[in-house]
């Protein structure tokens, strides 16, 4: 299964956005993509998916370009809390898995 | 809310002894899938049950094997192992949906995962 690309880490100032990118050039037509966060070794968190168009939520946003190649993950107001390696995934939906790329280690600076 | 309650939370074994992990999902959910995480690297699939069937699977080793019974609590068995099974291993579980007679987007909630250390 063809993988995600995301550069390995980011920093952000606290309070500041922090948008992390996805590179999914392969995706197919009824993959969604999907985001994770993992907080040291704890479980992957659900944060968001999305199919075609820009997806919100309580907890961040999704922007999907028009031809699904790359997306990117936007958490408006940083926090420390947000320190965390985001993870972007794609799957067919359905009962189809999760197929998750290397992550992307976010640190948020005070 | 309930959430998917993975056991044991740790786990020490000698090289060539046998492991089983336990994974509960959550409540009416009917899939349950198994990843594999090596230090400093991205969750790997492993293995997934629809139904206690088994309805994919990924890079799992032929020393393991998994199955998901009647009550959709599945287990992990892994035999004969070796120093490079140690990893966190996680279970998720979902609901499977269709929307419009589409498959809808299938979101997993992980466990809190198993931590197998090989000595």
């Known amino acids: 299964d063809a993988k995600t690309t995301q550069p390995p880490s980011m920093d952000c100032a606290e309070g500041r956005a922090a948008n992390l990118p996805c590179n999914h050039s392969?995706?197919?037509?009824?993959?969604?993509v999907y985001w994770y966060r993992q907080i040291h070794s704890q479980g992957p968190q659900y944060i968001i998916h999305?199919?075609?168009n820009n997806e919100t939520n309580e907890m961040a946003s999704l922007i999907i370009t028009e031809d699904r190649k790359s997306s990117t993950l936007i958490l408006p107001h940083a926090t420390l809390r947000d320190t965390a390696v985001y993870y972007c995934?794609?799957?067919?939906?359905?009962?189809?898995?999760?197929?998750f790329g290397i992550g992307t280690k976010l640190q948020v600076i005070p | 809310a309930a959430g998917v309650i993975q056991s044991p939370r740790h786990l020490i074994k000698e090289k060539r002894e046998t492991a089983t992990l336990k994974c509960y999902p959550i409540?009416?959910?009917?899939?349950v899938y198994w990843y594999q995480q090596g230090p400093g690297q991205d969750p790997q699939f492993l293995i997934s049950?629809?139904?206690?069937?088994?309805?994919d699977k990924g890079s799992i080793p032929d020393r393991f094997s998994a199955q998901q019974f009647s009550d959709y609590h599945s287990e992990l068995n892994m035999s004969s192992l070796e120093l490079g099974d140690s990893a966190l291993y996680f279970c998720?579980?979902?609901?499977?949906?269709?929307?419009?007679?589409?498959?809808?987007?299938?979101?997993?909630?992980f466990g809190a995962g198993s931590r197998l250390t090989v000595l």
């Open positions: 998720a579980s979902s609901s499977h949906q269709r929307t419009s007679g589409r498959a809808g987007a299938n979101v997993l909630t």
């Open positions: 995934g794609r799957g067919s939906g359905g009962y189809q898995k999760v197929t």
């Open positions: 999305g199919l075609k």
């Open positions: 392969t995706i197919s037509g009824n993959e969604y």
């Open positions: 049950f629809y139904e206690k069937m088994q309805s």
């Open positions: 409540p009416r959910h009917d899939t």
